[in-house]
Structure formats: C-alpha cells, structure tokens
C-alpha cells in the first residue's frame, strides 16, 4: 500500500503563496496520473488539480491561472504552487492517484486570512 505524506501548508495572508508537497513511498506513484483535493469545513472533498505521468495538467476553474501542479518521477513527490491566495482556499489539502486509488494521508492545513 502506497502512503502519501502531505506537508507545506499554513497560515497566509489573502494574495500570498504557499507551496504543498505530496511524498509517496515507492515507486508506483510513477506510472499515475495524481490529483491534489481539498476539503473545507462543511463541504464535500473537491480535487483540484491534477497531473498525468508526463507532465499534462488539468485544473479546476476555481484555481485556474493561480494554482500549478507539478511532480518529480524521479522524487516520487508531487507539487502544488499556490499563488494570489483566497479565504475561500481555505482547507485541508490532500494528495491521491486521480481516482482515489489509494488510503488518504493526513494532509495540510492551508488557512488563508488576515
């Protein structure tokens, strides 16, 4: 079973930045295509973004053109680059195969406010 570790969030301010990182353990992240979720308090799970083996992206339009996704085969680890940050991101971000193949790790606490 593959364990995803998701680390980087935090607290900032609405307009600033954070970068999230998923690490897998073993090398099966490789051969998938990988999302980033988020779940805010009283909603249902969303993904983000998410990211083919080769490199091809997809976003949801509520971060496009402020969020990228990223990852390194080579790390089996993955990126999230958030930029121009709303309250409305607000959440805990999560990391998983697109398709949600694998158990879910603890995640990161992203909080945007001033």
């Known amino acids: 079973q593959v364990q995803l570790v998701e680390s980087g969030g935090g607290l900032v301010q609405p307009g600033g930045s954070l970068k999230l990182s998923c690490a897998a353990s073993?090398?099966?992240?490789?051969?998938?295509?990988m999302g980033w979720y988020r779940q805010a308090p009283g909603k249902q799970r969303e993904l983000v973004a998410h990211?083919?083996?080769?490199?091809?992206?997809n976003y949801a339009d509520s971060v496009k053109g402020r969020f990228t996704i990223s990852r390194d085969n080579t790390k089996n680890t993955m990126y999230l680059q958030m930029n121009s940050l709303k309250p409305e991101d607000t959440a805990v971000y999560y990391c998983?195969?697109?398709?949600?193949?694998w158990g879910w790790g603890q995640g990161t606490q992203v909080t945007v406010s001033s």
């Open positions: 998983n195969t697109y398709g949600n193949r």
């Open positions: 990211i083919t083996p080769g490199g091809s992206t």
């Open positions: 073993g090398n099966a992240f490789r051969i998938y295509t």
